[in-house]
C-alpha cells in the first residue's frame, strides 16, 4: 500500500502544491497537486526533482557541541544559558537571531515572539531582508500595509505583463508558464522585460528593454511624466483615494535627453513603453530582485506603484503591481513580523499602542521598544563584539550575505554561534558552537505564505531522521529552560497557528489588511485537512475580496495611498580598477547555496559549475575566450575564479555571476566575497546585483576535467568546482603548478586507490594527459588534463562513469573524450525530466521540427515540466537562423 500526501514545494514563492507519494518499499516519488490553485498540477524542474533531494547523507541527525555529538538536553541547556548570561550581563541587545523566510509561519512566529516579548530585543532579522525588504518597505510607504493587492490570475487577465528585474523563466517557471499559456491562448497580450540582460524570460516578451544598473527609477518617472502629460491618469482615483501625486509628478519630469543617460535605452525603446503603457488598461508590473536588491529599492518600487496609483490600475482583474517573492515562506515571515523593523500580524513596532496590544496579547514581560538590527548591521555588531550571542536559523550567511568574508571573521570573533540546520557542513555550519538538526522538507508540519497571499500546509510525509526536530521545538525548548515556559507550551504546529491566526483578529476591526481570523479556532483535525486559501479571512466573513485598493481602503490613517517622489538619480556604480558593474543572481536549476538540489545529479547537470556571462567585447578587449578562466576582484579585496561565458545577451560594461556556488562545491568561487555591504537606506536591503569588479583572464599553468566513482579531494588546485553526477561526480580542475605525476595524483586525488588499473594517453609535450581508471572493465574514473580549457564531450562521458568499458574501440574513444562516430553524444543537458541534451534537440530540429512543440514530439524534451522550453526555443531560432543563411 502507498500512501499519498498534498504538501507544497518547498523552493520559490509561487508555493506550488506537490502530491508525495511513498511506496512500501520506502521509494518516495512526487508530482504536481492538481487541485491546487498556484500551479494545478505543474510543477518545475526542481519541483519535480524533490524526491531526489531528500536522502540522508550530508544530513545533520544529532545535536553537536564544539563538534562533538551531545544530547538535546544539554544542547538546549547550554544555549538557554549562555543567551540568559549574555542578556543579564549585556542587556538584551547582545544578543540576536537571524532567521530565514525558508522557516514555516509556526517556526518563524515562534522565534519571534521570543525575541521581541520575551527577551525584549527586536534583534531578529531575516533573509528575507536580501530579499523582500525594499517591497516590504515600499508598499508600507504607499499603502501604509505591506499589501500585495493582486493574484496570479491577474497575470493571465492583463493585457500587457511589465517583468521588471525578474527571470521569472528560471525563478517563478511555474507562473511564467501561465503567463506563456495565456499569451499563447490571447496573442494579444504583450509582455515587457526590463532586465540588463538578455534572458530566457526575455524569449516571450515582445519587447527587451536592457536597462544600465538601477536606471529602474528614472523609466518609471519618465512613464509617470508621460501619463500625465498624455491624459492617461485617473484623476479620480486620485482625487479620491491618494496623496501627494504633484510632488511626485514634479520629481518625476525628465528631458528625453535625461532618460536616454539614465536607462541606456534607446528612445524609440522608451517611447514604444510608454505608449504601450499609456493605452493599456489592464497592465500587471511584476518586479523582483533586479527591483528589491539595490541601493534605491525601494525607490524604484515606489516609482513602479506611483504609476499604477495614477492610473487607478490596482486591485481589479488583470491590474496592479506585484511583488514576486522569492521563498516559499517569504510572505508568512512578513505576517508574524520577522523582520527587525516589524512587529507581528502586520503591527507596527515603532506604534506604541501596537506594542502594547501585542504585549497584553502575549503577556510578555518584556517587549522590545525599538527596531532591531537589520542584517548587514546585524552581522557588522557580531562583528565588533556588540552581539555577543547570535542563532542562525535555516539560512548560510557565510554564502548569501554581502562582505561574505567578514560574515566569516564576524562569526569567528562571536564568542557564541548557535546553527539549526538539516546538513551537517554547509559553509556556516562551520562556525557552530552548537549545532541543531532540524527536521527538513517532507518531515516537518506546518504553513506557508505563497506570493499571491495564499496560506498551504507543509505536511509530513516521511519520519523525523535521527534526532532531528522542528526548528520551533528548538526554539520553544530553549525558550522554557530560560523560564518563559507558560507562554511556550505549544504541543503542536497546529497550537501556533491557531495563537497566529487570533492574534491578527486580535482588536482589528479592519484597520489592519492581515487578518485570518477565520482560523483562530482552528483545532488539530481542521488544520491537519486546512486547504490552501488567501488572506484575509476574517471571522464570520467567509467570502472575501480576492484584492486590494481598487476602491481605496489603504492603511494609513486618512484611508489614503501615498504617491512617493522618487529621486532619479542613478547611482554610480563603477570605479576607474573597476570599471565592470557585477550583477547577480540565479540559474534554473539550483537553489541559493545547493545544499538541497546540489545532491541531485540531474539539477547539476543543467549547470555544472560557476560562471561569469560576460559581452564578447568586453572579453575580447581582456584577451578573454570562451571557456577561459577568470579572475575577478573587487575594491574591498577579495577574488574569485569561474568561467568566463561569452554572450551577447549580456550588456557590455557588465557581467554577471551566479550566486549559488560555496566553498563546499566550487572555490575560490563564493562571490558575495566580492559583493560590498552598500545598503538601501530605506528599507536596509544590500545591493547584491551592483557591485564594481574587474575581470582578467586567469593563466593557470593546467586545466583538468574529471570524473570519478568516490568523492574528489582535489590536492594542489588553484580551482575546482564539484558536482554529483549519476554514478559520483564531476570536477573542474586548474593548477597554478603543473603537476608532476598525473597518475599518483589522480588516484589520491579522486580516491580511485591503487587495484584500479590504468590507461593513459599523452601528446608529444606531455602537456595534454589523459587517463581513465578500471575496476576490472567498469570505468571508475578518468582525468582530461591540457594547458588550454579541456575540450570533451563531458556529458557523455559523465554517462560513461561505472559502465563496462570492454571493446578498444570504446576505450579509445574514451581517452579521445568524445563518443566514437556510431554513438550518440547528448550534449549538454536542457531538459532535466527526460535528460535530453542539447545535441539530440539540434538533431531533432535537424530532422525537421521547427517549433518547441515539434521538438517535444519527437524527442519529449520540454513536455513535462517546461522550465527548458525558453532554451529549447533558442535552439531552434538559432539553427532556423543557420539553415537560412
Ligand atoms: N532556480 C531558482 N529559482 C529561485 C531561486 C533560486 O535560488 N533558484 N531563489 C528564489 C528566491 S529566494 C528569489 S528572491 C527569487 C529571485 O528571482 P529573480 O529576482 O527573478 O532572480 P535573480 O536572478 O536574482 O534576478 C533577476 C534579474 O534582475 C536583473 N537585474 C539586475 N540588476 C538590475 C537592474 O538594475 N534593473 C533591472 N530591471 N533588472 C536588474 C538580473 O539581470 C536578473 O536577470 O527566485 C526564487 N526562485
Ligand atoms: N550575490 C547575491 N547574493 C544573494 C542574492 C543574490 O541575488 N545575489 N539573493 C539573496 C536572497 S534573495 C536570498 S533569499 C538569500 C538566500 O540565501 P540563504 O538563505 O543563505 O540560502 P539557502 O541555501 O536557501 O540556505 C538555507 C539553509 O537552511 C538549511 N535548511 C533547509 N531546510 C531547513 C529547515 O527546515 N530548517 C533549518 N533550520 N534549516 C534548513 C539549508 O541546508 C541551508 O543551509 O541569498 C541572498 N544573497
Ligand atoms: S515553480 Fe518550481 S520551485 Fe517554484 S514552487 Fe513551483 S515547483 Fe517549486
Ligand atoms: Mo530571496
Same mark, same amino acid.
Given at each position: 500500500m502507498s500512501t499519498e500526501t498534498r504538501t507544497t514545494c518547498p523552493y520559490c514563492g509561487v508555493g506550488c502544491g506537490v502530491i508525495a507519494r511513498v511506496e512500501d518499499d520506502g521509494a518516495v516519488s512526487v508530482r504536481g497537486d492538481p487541485d491546487h490553485p498556484a500551479n494545478f498540477g505543474k510543477l518545475c524542474s526542481k519541483g519535480s526533482a524533490l524526491a531526489e533531494t531528500i536522502g540522508l547523507e550530508g544530513r545533520l541527525l544529532q545535536p553537536e557541541m564544539d563538534g562533538k555529538p551531545t544530547s538535546w538536553d544539554a544542547a538546549i541547556a547550554r544555549v538557554a544559558e549562555r543567551f540568559s548570561t549574555v542578556i543579564a550581563e549585556h542587556g538584551p541587545d547582545a544578543v540576536a537571531f537571524y532567521v530565514s523566510g525558508q522557516l514555516l509561519t509556526e517556526d518563524y512566529y515562534v522565534a519571534n515572539k521570543l525575541m521581541k516579548g520575551f527577551i525584549g530585543s527586536a534583534n531578529i532579522d531575516t533573509n528575507s531582508r536580501l530579499c523582500m525588504a525594499s517591497s516590504v518597505a515600499g508598499h508600507r510607504r504607499a499603502f501604509g500595509a505591506d499589501t500585495v493587492p493582486g493574484t496570479y490570475e491577474d497575470l493571465e487577465l492583463a493585457d500587457l505583463v511589465v517583468l521588471v528585474g525578474s527571470n521569472m523563466a528560471w525563478c517563478h517557471p511555474v507562473l511564467f508558464q501561465r503567463i506563456a499559456a495565456a499569451k499563447a491562448a490571447r496573442p494579444g497580450m504583450t509582455v515587457v522585460v526590463i532586465d540588463p540582460r538578455r534572458t530566457a524570460t526575455s524569449d516571450i516578451a515582445d519587447l527587451h528593454l536592457s536597462i544600465h544598473a538601477d536606471g529602474d527609477v528614472a523609466l518609471f518617472n519618465g512613464l509617470l511624466a508621460h501619463l500625465a502629460r498624455t491624459g492617461a491618469v485617473d484623476e479620480n482615483y486620485i482625487g479620491a483615494h491618494t496623496q501627494g501625486f504633484a510632488q511626485a509628478l514634479a520629481a518625476a519630469d525628465l528631458s528625453m535627453a535625461d532618460l536616454i543617460t539614465a536607462t541606456g535605452l534607446p528612445a524609440l525603446q522608451i517611447r514604444q513603453f510608454f505608449e504601450l503603457f499609456a493605452r493599456t488598461e489592464k497592465v500587471v508590473t511584476c518586479y523582483s530582485q533586479g527591483v528589491n536588491q539595490s541601493s534605491v529599492g525601494t525607490d524604484k518600487v515606489n516609482a513602479i506603484i506611483n504609476c499604477h496609483l495614477a492610473t487607478g490600475r490596482? /486591485? @481589479?482583474? #488583470?491590474?496592479g503591481p506585484f511583488s514576486l517573492t522569492g521563498q516559499p515562506n517569504a510572505m508568512g515571515g512578513r505576517e508574524v513580523g520577522g523582520l527587525a523593523n516589524m512587529l507581528a500580524a502586520h503591527m507596527a513596532i515603532e506604534n506604541a499602542e501596537h506594542r502594547e496590544r501585542v504585549q497584553r496579547f502575549w503577556s510578555a514581560p518584556r517587549m522590545a521598544e525599538k527596531p532591531g538590527m537589520k542584517a548587514v548591521e546585524m552581522f557588522e555588531a557580531v562583528a565588533d563584539g556588540r552581539i555577543k550571542a547570535l542563532w542562525i536559523m535555516s539560512t548560510n550567511p557565510v554564502v548569501s550575505m554581502p562582505d561574505a568574508d567578514q560574515v566569516k571573521a564576524a562569526l569567528t570573533a562571536c564568542p557564541f554561534v548557535v546553527v539549526s540546520d538539516i546538513e551537517r557542513t554547509t559553509d556556516t555550519t562551520r562556525f557552530a558552537h552548537v549545532l541543531l538538526p532540524a527536521t527538513g522538507w517532507g518531515e516537518k508540519s506546518g504553513t506557508v505564505t505563497n506570493s499571491e497571499r495564499r496560506i498551504s500546509r507543509q505536511r509530513p510525509f516521511l519520519p523525523s531522521p535521527g534526532e532531528a526536530r522542528p526548528d520551533w521545538w528548538q526554539l520553544q525548548a530553549v525558550a522554557q529552560r530560560m523560564g518563559f515556559a507558560k507562554a511556550f507550551a505549544y504541543d503542536s504546529a497546529a497550537d501556533i497557528f491557531a495563537e497566529h491566526a487570533a492574534l491578527s483578529a486580535f482588536e482589528n476591526d479592519g484597520e489592519r489588511d492581515f487578518d485570518i481570523g477565520a482560523h483562530a479556532d482552528i483545532g488539530a483535525e481542521a488544520y491537519s485537512e486546512l486547504t490552501p486559501f488567501q488572506w484575509p479571512q476574517r471571522q464570520g466573513q467567509l467570502a472575501f475580496d480576492r484584492r486590494f485598493f481598487a476602491d481605496g481602503g489603504f492603511f494609513h490613517g486618512d484611508g489614503r495611498a501615498r504617491f512617493v517622489p522618487t529621486p532619479s538619480a542613478v547611482p554610480q556604480r563603477t570605479e576607474a580598477d573597476f570599471p565592470l558593474v557585477l550583477n547577480t543572481g540565479r540559474i534554473r536549476d539550483h537553489w541559493h547555496t545547493? !545544499? @538541497? !538540489? /546540489?545532491?541531485s545529479a540531474r539539477l547539476s547537470a543543467h549547470i555544472g559549475e560557476p560562471f561569469c556571462e560576460i559581452h564578447p567585447l568586453d572579453a575580447k578587449a581582456r584577451g578573454i575566450n570562451d571557456a577561459d578562466l577568470v579572475e575577478i576582484a573587487a575594491s574591498g579585496g577579495g577574488r574569485v575564479t569561474v568561467r568566463a561565458l561569452l554572450t551577447e545577451r549580456q550588456r557590455r560594461g557588465a557581467v554577471f555571476v551566479a550566486m549559488h556556488w560555496t566553498e563546499e562545491t566550487a572555490s575560490p568561487a563564493r562571490i558575495n566575497a566580492l559583493v560590498s555591504p552598500c545598503t538601501d537606506p530605506v528599507s536596509g536591503q544590500p545591493a547584491l546585483k551592483h557591485g564594481a569588479v574587474s575581470v582578467k583572464r586567469a593563466a593557470p599553468a593546467a586545466y583538468a576535467f574529471a570524473v570519478s566513482h568516490q568523492k574528489p579531494q582535489p590536492q594542489g588546485a588553484s580551482y575546482r568546482a564539484l558536482a554529483k553526477t549519476e554514478a559520483g561526480y564531476r570536477i573542474e580542475l586548474a593548477f597554478a603548478q603543473p603537476i608532476e605525476d598525473w597518475e599518483a595524483w589522480a588516484r589520491q586525488s579522486l580516491g580511485i586507490g591503487t587495484e584500479a588499473t590504468a590507461s593513459g594517453a599523452m601528446d608529444r609535450h606531455g602537456k595534454r594527459t589523459r587517463l581513465a581508471f578500471f575496476a576490472g572493465d567498469r570505468l571508475v574514473g578518468a582525468l582530461f588534463v591540457s594547458p588550454s580549457p579541456v575540450e570533451v564531450s563531458r556529458a557523455w562521458i559523465v554517462s560513461q562513469l561505472g559502465q563496462p568499458q570492454l571493446d578498444p574501440v570504446e576505450r579509445h574513444a574514451l581517452l579521445a573524450g568524445r563518443p566514437a562516430l556510431d554513438r550518440p553524444d547528448p550534449g549538454a543537458l536542457v531538459c532535466a525530466c527526460f535528460n535530453i541534451g542539447a545535441n539530440q534537440i539540434a538533431g531533432a530540429v535537424r530532422a525537421g521540427c521547427c517549433s518547441v512543440e515539434a521538438v517535444g514530439k519527437a524527442v $519529449?524534451? /520540454? !513536455?513535462?515540466? #517546461? $522550465?527548458c522550453r525558453p532554451e529549447i526555443r533558442r535552439i531552434v531560432e538559432s539553427l532556423q537562423v543557420l539553415a537560412a543563411e
Amino acid at each position: 500500500m502507498s500512501t499519498e500526501t498534498r504538501t507544497t514545494c518547498p523552493y520559490c514563492g509561487v508555493g506550488c502544491g506537490v502530491i508525495a507519494r511513498v511506496e512500501d518499499d520506502g521509494a518516495v516519488s512526487v508530482r504536481g497537486d492538481p487541485d491546487h490553485p498556484a500551479n494545478f498540477g505543474k510543477l518545475c524542474s526542481k519541483g519535480s526533482a524533490l524526491a531526489e533531494t531528500i536522502g540522508l547523507e550530508g544530513r545533520l541527525l544529532q545535536p553537536e557541541m564544539d563538534g562533538k555529538p551531545t544530547s538535546w538536553d544539554a544542547a538546549i541547556a547550554r544555549v538557554a544559558e549562555r543567551f540568559s548570561t549574555v542578556i543579564a550581563e549585556h542587556g538584551p541587545d547582545a544578543v540576536a537571531f537571524y532567521v530565514s523566510g525558508q522557516l514555516l509561519t509556526e517556526d518563524y512566529y515562534v522565534a519571534n515572539k521570543l525575541m521581541k516579548g520575551f527577551i525584549g530585543s527586536a534583534n531578529i532579522d531575516t533573509n528575507s531582508r536580501l530579499c523582500m525588504a525594499s517591497s516590504v518597505a515600499g508598499h508600507r510607504r504607499a499603502f501604509g500595509a505591506d499589501t500585495v493587492p493582486g493574484t496570479y490570475e491577474d497575470l493571465e487577465l492583463a493585457d500587457l505583463v511589465v517583468l521588471v528585474g525578474s527571470n521569472m523563466a528560471w525563478c517563478h517557471p511555474v507562473l511564467f508558464q501561465r503567463i506563456a499559456a495565456a499569451k499563447a491562448a490571447r496573442p494579444g497580450m504583450t509582455v515587457v522585460v526590463i532586465d540588463p540582460r538578455r534572458t530566457a524570460t526575455s524569449d516571450i516578451a515582445d519587447l527587451h528593454l536592457s536597462i544600465h544598473a538601477d536606471g529602474d527609477v528614472a523609466l518609471f518617472n519618465g512613464l509617470l511624466a508621460h501619463l500625465a502629460r498624455t491624459g492617461a491618469v485617473d484623476e479620480n482615483y486620485i482625487g479620491a483615494h491618494t496623496q501627494g501625486f504633484a510632488q511626485a509628478l514634479a520629481a518625476a519630469d525628465l528631458s528625453m535627453a535625461d532618460l536616454i543617460t539614465a536607462t541606456g535605452l534607446p528612445a524609440l525603446q522608451i517611447r514604444q513603453f510608454f505608449e504601450l503603457f499609456a493605452r493599456t488598461e489592464k497592465v500587471v508590473t511584476c518586479y523582483s530582485q533586479g527591483v528589491n536588491q539595490s541601493s534605491v529599492g525601494t525607490d524604484k518600487v515606489n516609482a513602479i506603484i506611483n504609476c499604477h496609483l495614477a492610473t487607478g490600475r490596482i /486591485g @481589479r482583474p #488583470g491590474m496592479g503591481p506585484f511583488s514576486l517573492t522569492g521563498q516559499p515562506n517569504a510572505m508568512g515571515g512578513r505576517e508574524v513580523g520577522g523582520l527587525a523593523n516589524m512587529l507581528a500580524a502586520h503591527m507596527a513596532i515603532e506604534n506604541a499602542e501596537h506594542r502594547e496590544r501585542v504585549q497584553r496579547f502575549w503577556s510578555a514581560p518584556r517587549m522590545a521598544e525599538k527596531p532591531g538590527m537589520k542584517a548587514v548591521e546585524m552581522f557588522e555588531a557580531v562583528a565588533d563584539g556588540r552581539i555577543k550571542a547570535l542563532w542562525i536559523m535555516s539560512t548560510n550567511p557565510v554564502v548569501s550575505m554581502p562582505d561574505a568574508d567578514q560574515v566569516k571573521a564576524a562569526l569567528t570573533a562571536c564568542p557564541f554561534v548557535v546553527v539549526s540546520d538539516i546538513e551537517r557542513t554547509t559553509d556556516t555550519t562551520r562556525f557552530a558552537h552548537v549545532l541543531l538538526p532540524a527536521t527538513g522538507w517532507g518531515e516537518k508540519s506546518g504553513t506557508v505564505t505563497n506570493s499571491e497571499r495564499r496560506i498551504s500546509r507543509q505536511r509530513p510525509f516521511l519520519p523525523s531522521p535521527g534526532e532531528a526536530r522542528p526548528d520551533w521545538w528548538q526554539l520553544q525548548a530553549v525558550a522554557q529552560r530560560m523560564g518563559f515556559a507558560k507562554a511556550f507550551a505549544y504541543d503542536s504546529a497546529a497550537d501556533i497557528f491557531a495563537e497566529h491566526a487570533a492574534l491578527s483578529a486580535f482588536e482589528n476591526d479592519g484597520e489592519r489588511d492581515f487578518d485570518i481570523g477565520a482560523h483562530a479556532d482552528i483545532g488539530a483535525e481542521a488544520y491537519s485537512e486546512l486547504t490552501p486559501f488567501q488572506w484575509p479571512q476574517r471571522q464570520g466573513q467567509l467570502a472575501f475580496d480576492r484584492r486590494f485598493f481598487a476602491d481605496g481602503g489603504f492603511f494609513h490613517g486618512d484611508g489614503r495611498a501615498r504617491f512617493v517622489p522618487t529621486p532619479s538619480a542613478v547611482p554610480q556604480r563603477t570605479e576607474a580598477d573597476f570599471p565592470l558593474v557585477l550583477n547577480t543572481g540565479r540559474i534554473r536549476d539550483h537553489w541559493h547555496t545547493m !545544499t @538541497r !538540489t /546540489g545532491k541531485s545529479a540531474r539539477l547539476s547537470a543543467h549547470i555544472g559549475e560557476p560562471f561569469c556571462e560576460i559581452h564578447p567585447l568586453d572579453a575580447k578587449a581582456r584577451g578573454i575566450n570562451d571557456a577561459d578562466l577568470v579572475e575577478i576582484a573587487a575594491s574591498g579585496g577579495g577574488r574569485v575564479t569561474v568561467r568566463a561565458l561569452l554572450t551577447e545577451r549580456q550588456r557590455r560594461g557588465a557581467v554577471f555571476v551566479a550566486m549559488h556556488w560555496t566553498e563546499e562545491t566550487a572555490s575560490p568561487a563564493r562571490i558575495n566575497a566580492l559583493v560590498s555591504p552598500c545598503t538601501d537606506p530605506v528599507s536596509g536591503q544590500p545591493a547584491l546585483k551592483h557591485g564594481a569588479v574587474s575581470v582578467k583572464r586567469a593563466a593557470p599553468a593546467a586545466y583538468a576535467f574529471a570524473v570519478s566513482h568516490q568523492k574528489p579531494q582535489p590536492q594542489g588546485a588553484s580551482y575546482r568546482a564539484l558536482a554529483k553526477t549519476e554514478a559520483g561526480y564531476r570536477i573542474e580542475l586548474a593548477f597554478a603548478q603543473p603537476i608532476e605525476d598525473w597518475e599518483a595524483w589522480a588516484r589520491q586525488s579522486l580516491g580511485i586507490g591503487t587495484e584500479a588499473t590504468a590507461s593513459g594517453a599523452m601528446d608529444r609535450h606531455g602537456k595534454r594527459t589523459r587517463l581513465a581508471f578500471f575496476a576490472g572493465d567498469r570505468l571508475v574514473g578518468a582525468l582530461f588534463v591540457s594547458p588550454s580549457p579541456v575540450e570533451v564531450s563531458r556529458a557523455w562521458i559523465v554517462s560513461q562513469l561505472g559502465q563496462p568499458q570492454l571493446d578498444p574501440v570504446e576505450r579509445h574513444a574514451l581517452l579521445a573524450g568524445r563518443p566514437a562516430l556510431d554513438r550518440p553524444d547528448p550534449g549538454a543537458l536542457v531538459c532535466a525530466c527526460f535528460n535530453i541534451g542539447a545535441n539530440q534537440i539540434a538533431g531533432a530540429v535537424r530532422a525537421g521540427c521547427c517549433s518547441v512543440e515539434a521538438v517535444g514530439k519527437a524527442v $519529449s524534451a /520540454g !513536455t513535462n515540466c #517546461g $522550465s527548458c522550453r525558453p532554451e529549447i526555443r533558442r535552439i531552434v531560432e538559432s539553427l532556423q537562423v543557420l539553415a537560412a543563411e
